[in-house]
């Protein structure tokens, strides 16, 4: 909308100049001919006793015209973007046009001013939002107010056009005079129409503007709104973490703990050297638990990643699980020539420990097979012990932080509980 009411002000703006020539042509032209008629006709000495100044060569008048014209033609249409950004180089172009169209206006006895009409609305073009554009345009239409033959004549002696008109018959004069009037009026309305469209574009600018302002306002108040709830989906997003970690440390540490004290207290009667040495294990489950959780507090990542690869990570806890309980673990590891991302090995590493932990503390199983190996461009993860299973699967909280530690990385997970417990983890690489 925007380039089209430029479009239609450069149209306006045209069409007064290619008018304006043709208005100073018809004047210059009348000045000469009128001129040459009355020396023709030897009218010239009834033509000297109706004026009161004798006026400079016609021949000036219409050539010089038509040159002054040219100049301001190709001053107008000559500013480049670099002068018109340039705010007082654009201002000097325009003062000039002001000066070229003046004289112009003086070498046709003021007859016509219409000129100042086409400055004024180049001024208006060119001048938006200029320092000197609001003085500028009030001198302008001072210029316009007294370059009129009727305010001129007053200070400096000149010859009415309208003394050139009535050397002809009333006929000829009427067609003349309603010429001049028909052009005239053409170029105020076309001065009109550029007005018009100008307040127009201003007025449509500035409610887009308002509008703009009123969509930032509501944008800013938007992004209020979202940063607040981000705040407290942080707050909660931490809290799920914080959980999840002392879930898998302290939860992984106490359930092996618990087993290992459960078979302690069994054969405690029977073989106190056996549970002297079970004892021992279960201090270092405990010391390792202290460890983790500390890891967790500072790191949040488990410290056998710290130390070790997720191979060997692995096959600690796997150590772990099987000193303090009759579990029976074997992993079946094919993922040795991947380097993966640390976030996937910590997922990886606490997705097998919580499911050990389920399958030894609600599965009561006694062995489990993990599986780790690459297809197509997806890591899986398959996890089955033989345990007692379940007919429908309850995700509580252990199988949901498993879901959405997966969901970080694109990942998905699948359980099924009717032949023991199997978990499935499907990661991209």
Request: aromatic share 12%.
């Amino acid at each position: 909308m925007q380039y089209s009411y430029q479009r239609l002000l450069s149209f306006l703006r045209n069409a007064m100049t290619i008018l304006n020539m043709l208005i100073v042509v018809f004047y210059g032209s009348v000045i000469l001919l009128t001129t040459q008629y009355i020396v023709s006709t030897r009218l010239a000495r009834d033509f000297l006793d109706r004026i009161t100044y004798l006026p400079h060569q016609p021949i000036v008048a219409f050539f010089g015209s038509l040159m002054l014209y040219g100049i301001f033609i190709f001053i107008m249409y000559s500013r480049s973007e670099k002068v018109i950004a340039h705010k007082r180089l654009n201002f000097i172009y325009s003062f000039i046009e002001m000066i070229v169209s003046f004289t112009l206006i003086y070498f046709l006895y003021m007859g016509y001013n219409g000129i100042l009409l086409l400055v004024f609305c180049d001024c208006i073009f060119h001048l938006r939002d200029g320092r000197y554009s609001k003085w500028f345009i009030g001198v302008l239409v001072v210029a316009y107010l007294i370059s009129s033959y009727d305010v001129f004549s007053a200070i400096f002696p000149l010859t009415s056009i309208n003394e050139y008109f009535q050397i002809y018959g009333s006929q000829i004069n009427g067609i003349f005079m309603m010429s001049k009037s028909c052009l005239e009026t053409l170029n105020m309305i076309l001065f009109i129409a550029f007005m018009i469209v100008y307040l127009v574009d201003e007025i449509q600018k500035n409610q887009h503007i308002s509008q703009e302002l009123d969509m930032v306002h509501q944008v800013n108040k938007e992004l209020e709104n979202y940063a607040a709830i981000t705040e407290k989906i942080g707050e909660n997003n931490e809290r799920k973490r914080l959980a999840r970690e002392i879930h898998d440390t302290l939860g992984h540490a106490l359930t092996g703990i618990a087993a290992g004290v459960d078979a302690c207290i069994a054969m405690i009667d029977q073989n106190p050297k056996a549970t002297k040495a079970q004892l021992q294990v279960i201090s270092k489950v405990v010391r390792q638990g202290i460890k983790d959780v500390r890891n967790s507090l500072n790191k949040l990542r488990p410290g056998a990643l710290e130390e070790h690869s997720l191979k060997e990570a692995i096959e600690r806890m796997i150590g772990e699980f099987s000193s303090v309980s009759d579990l029976t673990i074997a992993l079946e590891y094919e993922l040795e020539n991947i380097d993966l991302e640390k976030t996937k090995e910590e997922i990886l590493f606490r997705i097998i420990q919580e499911s050990i932990t389920n399958a030894l503390r609600h599965g009561h199983a006694t062995e489990v097979h993990i599986h780790l190996y690459q297809e197509n461009h997806f890591l899986y993860l398959k996890i089955q012990d033989n345990g007692i299973g379940c007919d429908h699967v309850h995700y509580g909280f252990g199988l949901t932080q498993m879901r959405e530690r997966l969901a970080v990385i694109n990942g998905q997970v699948e359980f099924d509980g009717h032949h023991g417990f199997l978990t499935i983890a499907k990661i991209p690489v």
